[in-house]
T-cell receptor
Framework: DTAVSQTPKYLVTQMGNDKSIKCEQNLGHDTMYWYKQDSKKFLKIMFSYNNKELIINETVPNRFSPKSPDKAHLNLHINSLELGDSAVYFC????????????FGSGTQLSVL | GENVEQHPSTLSVQEGDSAVIKCTYSDSASNYFPWYKQELGKGPQLIIDIRSNVGEKKDQRIAVTLNKTAKHFSLHITETQPEDSAVYFCAASNKVTGNQFYFGTGTSLTVIP
């Protein structure tokens, strides 16, 4: 069983479209995250949820909206996609809201044309 | 906020040789320093971590050293093998930042058979 799974793995879309990426973890963890990895491999946190509560919200455009229906799921919806949104998006989870090991999903490569 | 710098950005070694990757951090409150390995097409995976009350930690061919005074920590891989080829990320975190990890910019390691 995959611990942290995200779908889709690849997403190719036109500028201006709205798209969603889904993430699920079966580890029983309390905390989930979205990270963005740009073309230079730089990893930057976007959001973090602890038991469905938003605890980290970095300076991300409000076109990005995370949603956590339960603590095992954290989805990312992106409105009005722009060229600069092209990147790999990683979902991750950790057991608690603390300094803990992160478990990453395999990533969603988003290409905006 | 925390600033983590990582060097070198690329590293090539012959199989069997050692590889060393270095990171510096700026926030003296940082007390947890994990290292992640990212293979092509996959998410980062924790390979070793160290907390600030420890100066060195080893796990088989991998070791991490921490110098709190100088605010730097290093990853050492001995007897490198082709399967060690990947991108390696250091990170720093502390209680104040909670579960917000600040990642280095990554080192692409190539082990030449």
């Amino acid at each position: 069983d995959t611990a942290v799974s995200q779908t889709p793995k690849y997403l190719v879309t036109q500028m201006g479209n709205d798209k969603s990426i889904k993430c699920e973890q079966n580890l029983g963890h309390d905390t989930m995250y979205w990270y963005k990895q740009d073309s230079k491999k730089f990893l930057k946190i976007m959001f973090s949820y602890n038991n469905k509560e938003l605890i980290i919200n970095e300076t991300v455009p409000n076109r990005f909206s995370p949603k956590s229906p339960d603590k095992a799921h954290l989805n990312l919806h992106i409105n009005s996609l722009e060229l600069g949104d092209s990147a790999v998006y990683f979902c991750a989870s950790s057991q608690r809201r603390a300094i803990e090991k992160l478990f990453f999903g395999s990533g969603t490569q988003l290409s905006v044309l | 906020g925390e600033n983590v710098e990582q060097h070198p950005s690329t590293l090539s070694v012959q199989e069997g040789d050692s590889a060393v990757i270095k990171c510096t951090y700026s926030d003296s409150a940082s007390n947890y320093f994990p290292w992640y390995k990212q293979e092509l097409g996959k998410g980062p995976q924790l390979i070793i971590d160290i907390r600030s009350n420890v100066g060195e930690k080893k796990d088989q061919r991998i070791a991490v050293t921490l110098n709190k005074t100088a605010k730097h920590f290093s990853l050492h891989i001995t007897e490198t093998q082709p399967e060690d080829s990947a991108v390696y990320f250091c990170a720093a975190s502390n209680k104040v930042t909670g579960n917000q990890f600040y990642f280095g910019t990554g080192t692409s390691l190539t082990v030449i058979p």
